[in-house]
């Protein structure tokens, strides 16, 4: 019986931990692949490759930083993300605070607006900005896609912290207030020092959805020197005749920082995720 | 100053909505109204004849049934593989911080490099996987050609991509389940199997239904992944409304006929989603 029991324990350890190397295959072997294809040189890719590298190269990143578009390309993408975070951070912190703070008819509106915008499928708001860009002379141009990018990151924003002030206890600003504060001073010291985690994971969130976009870009942005990573790593396929370690050396570079961002913030991604801050 | 700064956010918060959301999406319904041959001319108001075009046309219930097919199949194995994946990393053993951590980072992918480097691994002389299939014997697969492989290519990228966000989601879910209920399931002997279906998935119901439904608004909305892997082809076999509507817009300049399409999907989206209030009333909403 004993045996048994031990038999027992023993296999669920050996399968759980063989379900564990499937998974880790699975998640990360395509990750691993990109990046290692981006070190290999180019003989070493097109003859049968070797789980590990035999030899390391950076040629493709030279060629790719040296002789392509992609450092603009690389600019152009930080530009618009970071825009877009700061306004989605600037209108989503005003709209969430005056939505929860008042008791008017109108912010109703306000919310309906931003629980419908969740649901819109990107071309029913593609098209017409696309419309309405190129009547105004907008077209083609980092601004649009930030104002694009904005219609969703907004919506996102005003969603989760919308959430996160609603549970702040009034209280606090009162006596902030009550203490001399006018309610601009109480709301920069006491209200959104105390909403730093909510704020994080907004900036979080706006910053991945606009850097990794690829569908509002496509319809925006036409001439190369105003395209953003994604587009410019897609449009890659088609005019170099299949340079594959360079399209995953700029994908590899495209990547990183979000790794990185995702090492260091991970409690912030989880957080946000299980708020549903998030579209993709 | 104080008696303005509320009212003064609710208007900025107005103006933004109206112009950031409202505006554009009454602008699309009112661009289906109209004949656009381009962006110079002046439009032609044609009513409603663009939906009626639209609707009588082969390609519109082609896209609508392989989006009911891509965002079916896509959900049904995010959510199976995505409580899966939670309830392995819910266990205890060596590298599970890392392993949390690794099924993670698909989700941080964009769209293009995963098709990128799927593409690259599937490519027909170098990729590592024509490869290891030649070597381990198995035929080839023409992974975007036939119309039963490229619905297979870019339901396998979508999964891969979103399923961590179920993954995340169950796996916070599930460490709010109290130990005491297992605990006691399993003095009155029930296994594993039983106190998943009757203690996990009662207790994680709520959650459960509001992923479905994010889920499979955003699968049936998504253009990305299809338009770059297979572009909608071969022929049609993975063209759903979002691809359509781009290519009606933007590849045949008929912005009249791609803005219809939009508000169609739109529609069929607002009935589903009605349907799914309807038939999993959500127990608590925020």
Request: charged share 10%; hydrophobic share 55%; aromatic share 14%.
């Amino acid at each position: 019986m004993n045996q048994t029991l031990m038999q027992k324990l023993f296999f669920n350890r050996v399968a759980l931990y063989l379900a564990v190397i499937v998974l880790a295959v699975y998640s990360a072997f395509p990750i691993y692949w990109m990046i290692s294809s981006s070190l290999r040189p180019t003989q070493e890719i097109l003859t049968n490759p070797t789980l590990l590298p035999r030899s390391l190269t950076f040629q493709y990143y030279y060629s790719l930083l040296a002789q392509t578009d992609y450092p603009r390309q690389f600019l152009n993408s930080l530009i618009v993300a970071l825009t877009t975070v700061v306004l989605t951070m600037i209108l989503s912190i005003m709209i969430a605070y005056g939505v929860t703070r008042t008791r008017i008819r109108g912010k109703q509106m306000i919310i309906a607006g931003m629980l419908y915008a969740y649901m819109f499928p990107p071309l029913l708001l593609a098209i017409p900005l696309f419309a309405m860009f190129n009547l105004v002379g907008l077209n083609d141009t980092l601004l649009s896609l930030v104002i694009s990018h904005l219609t969703i990151t907004m919506p996102l924003g005003v969603w989760f912290l919308w959430g996160f002030f609603k549970t702040m206890p009034f209280e606090l600003e009162e006596a902030a207030m009550v203490d001399g504060c006018t309610r601009l001073g109480a709301f920069f010291r006491v209200v959104l020092p105390l909403s730093i985690p909510g704020l994080v994971t907004v900036a979080i969130f706006a910053f991945l959805l606009s850097w990794t976009d690829y569908t509002f870009a496509l319809v925006m942005i036409g001439s190369d020197a105003n395209k953003t990573v994604p587009l410019g790593l897609a449009s890659m396929v088609g005019a170099f005749d299949l340079r594959w370690g360079d399209i995953m050396a700029g994908s590899t570079l495209i990547a990183l920082p979000l790794f990185a961002a995702f090492t260091m913030l991970s409690r912030y991604f989880v957080q946000g995720l299980t708020a549903g801050a998030v579209k993709g | 100053m104080t008696r303005w700064l509320l009212p003064g956010f609710l208007t900025v918060g107005a103006i933004a909505t109206l112009v950031l959301i409202v505006g554009p999406a009454l602008y699309a319904v009112s661009l289906s109204f109209y004949d656009i041959p381009s962006l110079t001319s002046d439009p032609v108001w044609v009513g409603l004849n663009k939906y009626a075009v639209v609707l009588s046309s082969g390609e519109f219930w082609n896209a609508m049934w392989n989006g009911i097919v891509y965002a079916g199949l896509t959900i049904i194995l995010q959510v199976v593989l995505g409580i899966g994946f939670a309830l392995i990393l819910n266990q205890k053993f060596v590298g599970r911080s890392l392993l949390r951590g690794l099924t993670f980072l698909p989700y941080l992918l964009p769209t293009v490099i995963a098709v990128l480097t799927f593409k690259w691994m599937v490519d027909g002389s170098f990729g590592i996987i024509t490869i290891l299939m030649h070597e381990w014997g198995l035929p080839a697969v023409n992974w975007f050609e036939t119309e039963a492989a490229s619905m297979f290519s870019v339901i396998l990228i979508s999964v891969w991509l979103w399923t961590p966000f179920v993954t995340t989601t169950f796996l916070a879910g599930l460490q709010t389940v109290p130990v005491q209920l297992y605990e006691a399931a399993r003095v009155d002997g029930a296994g594993p199997i039983r106190q998943f279906f009757h203690i996990t998935l009662p207790m994680l119901r709520p959650i459960l239904t509001v992923i479905v439904l994010l889920r499979g608004v955003w699968m049936f909305n998504k253009l990305d992944v299809i338009w770059l892997t297979t572009g909608g082809g071969p022929l049609g076999a993975t063209e759903h409304l979002p691809v359509l509507s781009y290519r009606k817009a933007f590849a045949l300049f008929d912005i009249g006929s791609g803005a219809a399409i939009a508000t169609l999907s739109f529609l069929v989206l607002m009935i589903a989603v009605t349907l799914y209030f309807r038939a999993f009333p959500m127990e608590e909403v925020k």
